[in-house]
């Protein structure tokens, strides 16, 4: 009966101690830098030497807090070995068992355990460090560890039965230990694991759902910010934040006033208004992140204004600081890490949304620059050509060069429209049949033109489209034959795109020319075909595509969806 109490006391005082496990798996998950070198896939010597102090401290102290018997301890200092090796490696748990199997060696030198405690603590530090790789495998890990955890027990009763003597003593004290220690330090390691994990498991939840939270609003928000960073645009963004960040208030600023404030605090903090705080300022000026704890710190004018705490985190292109993006909190809740993180987070997120749209905007700037350009390029010689020939023709055939009149100043009144607009397919042909009207007249019989227009006339195009291909198909293909040529133009159907192609008879080009009209990089003289291929690219996502044979003519092709714009008056 005493032998069956002891047993139940140990095993009590042994479990008892599991306020202590949770107090250093505690300190584990909170203190950063323990956390960091736990879950280092590559650590360095230093937190090697770190985890190796705090997993065999941690031993040491069970062996200080092991319960007298027959001149041995029963104890618990398996556990913070047991766990080193597990969650540090087999370096750590090796170091660790050393350590803590010297220390119990050495406050009992020539003790009737201290042999055997020291080589089994150093043994149990072996195997929980060769298992950590399946360890770090296991779906259950807690489970895992207090398994193996038994099993490095029971192999340290084998242990003691085979170096202590005498060994009735050792076979007695065995008999009495055995069953608290398996089962307690068993449970230990795995209440260690479980609240460890746990807490790692945790932080990574709240990351994944902060990073949710974060993606889903700058989601929502690309809509409008790609269009710009306005007051419109970031009222709009402001509110989607608000909705989805349970925030007591949002604010957008540009550098010098505010753009949106939605939430607590809206009916003076007014949209257009000067910034009004200098905390703000300071982190335009410094473009990094600042945090404002108390109303103080926020330091708003206007008395009785709700807002009690506040990130302020810059917003930024190319490094400039182009604005703010401010979170708030009222009351007695203050604003957090998890707010800081997703303020950082939405702030990098924004910034590059912003600089999309402002490398769009200016895509689009110089997309019509360059057609601005092809206009005043193409008028310059193709008008000194025309006033030529209408010049030669005024005493000689005034009727005419009266006609080739009306045509050139139809031509100029088409070529007038702005760049960025559409224009039917019809009068991209009539702009072509004003052109080539100029043209037949210096080259006569040796141009003609054949049409087979199958598309909608109604076919949306950018102005300046077809044209430049056809006077390419003039100006290198038929003029430069004796004999002159036809142009084919045909416009037709396909499924949802429509193909366009303007084919010749002309000289043609090899491959080597052919490869240079559409190259920026080198020198060609082919500059509407170049505009017009990037025009294309950059509004369809396709260019042009030519096929060349000298000698036989020139093919040049190219299509749009159906569905890229309605149909012009259709």
Not at 31 to 45: C, E, F, G, N, S
Not at 77 to 94: K, M
Not at 144 to 172: H, N
Request: some cysteine; aromatic content about 6%; charged content about 20%.
């Amino acid at each position: 009966m005493h032998f069956d109490n002891q047993i139940i006391i140990l095993l009590r005082n042994l479990v008892s101690q599991g306020g202590l496990i949770l107090f250093f798996a505690f300190l584990l998950t909170r203190i950063k830098v323990l956390k960091r070198m736990v879950l280092a896939t590559h650590p360095q010597p230093r937190d090697i030497v770190i985890l190796v102090l705090f997993f065999s401290g941690i031993g040491i102290l069970g062996t200080y807090t092991g319960i007298p018997i027959m001149g041995a301890l029963a104890n618990a200092r398996v556990v913070g070995v047991f766990v080193g090796g597990l969650l540090g490696g087999p370096l750590v748990g090796i170091s660790s068992g050393v350590l803590a199997g010297l220390h119990r060696w050495s406050i009992d030198i020539g003790g009737f355990t201290s042999v055997a405690c020291m080589v089994s603590t150093v043994t149990e530090g072996v195997i929980a460090g060769l298992f950590s790789f399946r360890f770090r495998k296991a779906e259950k890990k807690w489970l895992f560890a207090a398994r193996w955890g038994a099993t490095a027990e029971l192999i340290q009763m084998v242990l003691i039965l085979l170096i202590a003597r005498p060994f009735a003593d050792a076979f007695q004290l065995v008999q009495i230990i055995a069953l608290p220690m398996v089962l307690g330090n068993a449970v230990g390691i795995g209440m260690f694991i479980a609240v460890s994990e746990d807490a790692f498991h945790e932080e990574e939840r709240i990351a994944a759902k902060q990073s949710h939270r974060v993606l889903s609003t700058a989601r929502e928000t690309t809509e409008f910010l790609h269009t710009g960073f306005t007051p419109e645009t970031a009222a709009m963004a402001a509110s989607i934040i608000l909705k989805n960040l349970k925030v007591s208030a949002v604010s957008l600023t540009d550098r010098e006033k505010c753009l949106a404030h939605k939430g607590a605090g809206e009916n003076h903090h007014k949209v257009l208004e000067p910034l009004r705080t200098s905390l703000t300022r300071e982190v335009i000026q410094s473009g990094s992140y600042r945090v404002a704890h108390t109303k103080e710190e926020i330091s708003c004018s206007e008395y009785g204004c709700p807002l009690s705490s506040a990130v302020i985190v810059p917003l930024k292109i190319k490094g400039q600081t182009i604005g703010t993006l401010k979170l708030y909190r009222t009351g007695r809740r203050t604003v957090n890490s998890v707010d800081i993180e997703v303020a950082l987070g939405l702030a990098t997120l924004f910034s590059t949304q912003i600089e999309v749209s402002e490398l769009q905007r200016q895509s689009e700037l110089l997309a019509t620059a360059e057609l601005q350009a092809l206009h005043s390029q193409i008028r310059p010689h193709f008008l000194f050509n025309a006033l030529t020939t209408i010049t030669s023709l005024i005493r000689t055939k005034p009727q005419q060069a009266r006609a080739l009149l009306i045509s050139l100043s139809e031509l100029l009144r088409r070529s007038l429209k702005k760049p960025d607009t559409r224009i039917p397919l019809e009068e991209e042909l009539k702009y072509i049949r004003s052109y080539l009207e100029i043209e037949k007249t210096r080259f006569g019989d040796k141009i003609s033109i054949e049409y087979a227009i199958d598309a909608p006339k109604s076919t949306p195009l950018p102005p300046l489209t077809l044209q430049p291909i056809v006077e390419n198909a003039v100006k290198h293909g038929i003029s430069g034959k004796l004999q002159g040529g036809t142009i084919w133009l045909s416009a037709r159907q396909k499924g949802g795109s429509i193909c366009f192609e303007v084919r010749d008879n002309g000289i043609g080009m090899d491959r080597g020319k052919v490869s240079c009209a559409l190259n920026r990089d080198k020198h060609s003289d082919n500059i509407g075909l170049r505009n017009v291929n990037e025009r294309l690219e950059y509004l369809y996502g396709r260019g042009l595509h030519i096929t060349s044979v000298p000698g036989e003519g020139t093919t040049v092709e190219f299509t749009i969806p159906v569905q890229s714009s309605l149909m012009i008056g259709a």
